[in-house]
């Protein structure tokens, strides 16, 4: 009873393990079994491995053929196994030599052809095998530009079964990948181009400065949806373990560019109103899949005319905003997946939306059921929040004295280089990351800075998270100052902010 092994990639969320597959051939009937908590798509890997390898002009075996996926208690999810299911048995059947195999890592899908099709997890995957110790692994020759992200692992691409035997057999090479040049970043959108809302323009700054969540309520037309798309541009680019971490859900997701996959900028997710929870959080059966919060993961989430989405969406928001992850529980597993994101909510004053407040024909009662869609709890965790004006002739004819995105964005990044030299030795690199408690004890402001912040909460103005995010804010205005801490400026300058949200 012949056996052999190969080996592939599981995910559980953006975690890879690495998988055992085994091949057993016995006699009796010809039969294909598959087992290790296969979903319907391993299932069906079943028909497709075999017609790609007879069509590969490969011998299938005869008699039945038992294939095993190990940790069996492990759900195995897709169609990635598919290269290592056709290897396994190929090996088992003697029609190749298995001495490639140790210590490589197998990943596709496999067309009836035989072809080798793209499968989403390729950088994830690689980063599990990598940190497993293998130290090789073949992909499909389509995801050559996406593996060759990862270092410290020697990859090559198969383009079809057929090339991928003759690399087993030594009688070809497969494909590797180029060198990849300097990464591009794309165009964002500039601020210039916002006119007017000098309001508008600066909570933005110092959202940037200091990774705060805005809201922005307005008439239509003012320049809401403007502003959100501007924010990305202002952020810091993400960094080399930044950009694998959200290029790694994007690679789950499906949704990485094959030409330039790896994501530099902070991404802008803006998801519609229509959007369901699963679709927003995350989820799907089995084991859940990448919601539009963790694409939004290290970047923007713009959720535009906000009061239209349903309070059970913006609700699930909460425990997101403040832990920075989301945990999503199914019945085949638990699945974690990264969502530090900046909020950005857009909103009309009311329903009828009219350019000026006087021409609203829309009750008080009605204007306030409007509003009241955003509940407390979530507004208590946005921390600015900004009433823009109806255009002005004179605003709209003033353009030129708008300053550009490189221009803000440097005042953003001096904010930002002096909020990590401060937290540094903590680990937190922006103001919204630092906790409340050490916000009043370690680094404590004096009395005299506090005493707004003390009387709106004595007076019920304002609650203890409500106080820890005026503190941040304070701390981001004094870093855009360049003082070394805030005073009663900038504590009742974040004061405002907080009291316009409660409004």
């Given at each position: 009873m012949p056996i052999a092994k190969t080996w592939s990639v599981a995910l559980l969320g953006i975690d890879g393990r690495?998988?055992?597959?085994?091949?057993?051939l016995g006699g009796g009937l010809s039969r294909i079994t598959l087992v290790g908590l296969p979903d319907a798509g391993l299932r069906e890997a079943k028909d497709r491995v075999r017609s790609a390898v007879r069509n590969s002009g490969q011998p299938w075996p005869e008699g039945k053929v038992t294939l095993g996926l190990s940790p069996a208690n492990l759900p195995k999810v897709g169609s990635a196994y598919d290269l290592g299911i056709a290897a396994a048995v190929l090996a088992a059947n003697g029609a190749v030599p298995a001495t490639r195999l140790l210590g490589t890592v197998l990943l596709g899908e496999l067309a009836l052809d035989g072809r080798v099709r793209p499968v989403r997890g390729i950088l994830p995957g690689l980063l599990a095998a990598r940190a497993a110790g293998y130290e090789r692994a073949v992909v499909?020759?389509?995801s050559l530009v996406e593996a060759a992200l990862v270092d410290g692992i020697e990859i090559a691409g198969a383009p079809h079964l057929r090339d991928f035997v003759a690399w087993l057999k030594r009688e070809g090479e497969l494909a590797h990948p180029e060198t990849p040049g300097p990464a591009v970043p794309p165009a964002v959108p500039d601020l210039a181009d916002v006119v007017g809302q000098p309001e508008g323009r600066w909570a933005?700054?110092?959202a940037a400065a200091g990774g705060h969540h805005v809201l922005f309520t307005g008439p239509p037309g003012v320049g809401k949806t403007m502003l959100a798309k501007r924010l990305p541009g202002l952020l810091p680019r993400l960094s080399s373990e930044e950009s694998l971490e959200v290029t790694?859900?994007?690679?789950?997701?499906?949704?990485?560019?094959?030409?330039?996959?790896?994501?530099?900028?902070p991404p802008f997710v803006a998801p519609h109103h229509s959007i369901t929870v699963a679709a927003l959080i995350g989820g799907g059966s089995g084991l859940a899949s990448p919601g539009a919060i963790s694409r939004a993961h290290r970047g923007v989430l713009f959720l535009d005319e906000v009061c239209e989405f349903g309070s059970e969406r913006l609700e699930s928001l909460r425990t997101v905003l403040e832990e920075g992850e989301v945990r999503i529980a199914r019945v085949k597993g638990a699945i974690t997946y990264p969502a530090r994101f900046q909020l950005v909510l857009a909103?009309?004053?009311?329903?009828?939306?009219?350019?000026?407040?006087?021409?609203c024909v829309c009750t008080p009662m009605a204007r306030r059921r409007y509003l009241s869609r955003l509940s407390g709890p979530l507004l208590d965790r946005v921390d600015l929040s900004v009433r823009l004006r109806p255009l002005s002739a004179l605003s709209a004819h003033d353009s030129d004295a708008a300053e550009p995105t490189e221009t803000v964005r440097e005042r953003v990044l001096e904010a930002r280089r002096r909020a990590t030299e401060r937290w540094k030795e903590q680990g937190w690199r922006s103001n919204s990351e630092v906790p409340g408690?050490?916000?009043?004890?370690?680094?404590?402001?004096?009395?005299?800075?506090?005493v707004l912040l003390?009387?709106?909460m004595d007076r019920g103005f304002l609650s203890g998270r409500g106080a820890d995010r005026c503190l941040r804010i304070a701390w981001t205005l004094a870093d855009l100052d360049g003082q070394a801490r805030?005073?009663?400026?900038?504590?009742?300058?974040?004061?405002?902010?907080?009291?316009?949200?409660?409004?």
């Open positions: 690495v998988i055992e597959i085994e091949a057993d499909p020759a389509d933005l700054e110092v790694a859900v994007h690679s789950v997701d499906g949704s990485l560019s094959r030409s330039s996959p790896l994501v530099t900028v909103t009309n004053p009311c329903a009828c939306a009219p350019p000026k407040d006087t021409d408690p050490a916000l009043r004890r370690e680094f404590a402001l004096p009395p005299d800075a506090t003390d009387r709106a805030p005073g009663v400026e900038q504590v009742g300058a974040a004061l405002d902010f907080r009291e316009r949200v409660a409004a």
